[in-house]
T-cell receptor, first 115, second 112 residues
Framework: NAGVTQTPKFQVLKTGQSMTLQCAQD?????MYWYRQDPGMGLRLIYYSASEGTTDKGEVPNGYNVSRLNKREFSLRLESAAPSQTSVYFC??????????????FGEGSWLTVV | RKEVEQDPGPFNVPEGATVAFNCTYS??????FFWYRQDCRKEPKLLMSVYSSGNEDGRFTAQLNRASQYISLLIRDSKLSDSATYLCVVNEPSGSARQLTFGSGTQLTVLP
């Protein structure tokens, strides 16, 4: 029962380096998300993809790009990492149910430190 | 004003106690509501959806008060394993992928 899988789990970057966080889900969900979570700030939406082939900005998109490669995969790229991007990143996917609305499921998180 | 607000706590309660958390939301047209649990250094996990009529799952009871725009979570007979942060999640009217709003979480510690 994989659910949402994201890699890497831990990464240390130097300022200015680039990297891509990978995410895949096996639940056949249409919607996928990238969030960041900082102490005292809660979860903040970076980008989301309502369906294959579409992506949209969330609350804090600056410094990030995304690719919805296919229905399963949604990657997040940091082109030039900054210390302010030190955070925990969660990928998620959701299904829209008539009875309960959008029920969202998270990956295990990626701990990113930019020095 | 935040769209979804929670008392951050921490709530420190003894084992066996009953504890309740509230979460207020600002958009009266919000359609669906959830409680998630997040353990330290882990991902949030769905605890329960919140239905209009209220719902119960074992020791957990969720309520929705649309008139006052809040949802609540009641935990009876607290266990040590209930120690976690509890997040409320509100789905805005259209139900679209964009419109899931998270509270900042309420931290619960159950003490032996």
């Amino acid at each position: 029962n994989a659910g949402v899988t994201q890699t890497p789990k831990f990464q240390v970057l130097k300022t200015g380096q680039s990297m891509t966080l990978q995410c895949a889900q096996d639940m056949n969900h249409n919607s996928m998300y990238w969030y960041r979570q900082d102490p005292g700030m809660g979860l903040r939406l970076i980008y989301y993809s309502a369906s294959e082939g579409t992506t949209d900005k969330g609350e804090v998109p600056n410094g990030y790009n995304v690719s919805r490669l296919n229905k399963r995969e949604f990657s997040l790229r940091l082109e030039s990492a900054a210390p302010s991007q030190t955070s925990v990143y969660f990928c998620a996917s959701s299904e829209l149910l008539r009875t309960t609305g959008n029920t969202i499921y998270f990956g295990e998180g990626s701990w990113l430190t930019v020095v | 004003r935040k769209e979804v607000e929670q008392d951050p706590g921490p709530f420190n309660v003894p084992e066996g106690a009953t504890v309740a958390f509230n979460c207020t939301y600002s958009n009266s047209a919000s359609q669906s509501f959830f409680w998630y649990r997040q353990d330290c250094r882990k991902e949030p996990k769905l605890l329960m959806s919140v239905y209009s009529s209220g719902n119960e799952d074992g020791r957990f009871t969720a309520q929705l008060n649309r008139a006052s725009q809040y949802i609540s979570l009641l935990i009876r007979d607290s266990k040590l394993s209930d120690s976690a942060t509890y997040l409320c999640v509100v789905n805005e009217p259209s139900g679209s992928a964009r419109q899931l709003t998270f509270g900042s979480g309420t931290q619960l510690t159950v003490l032996p």
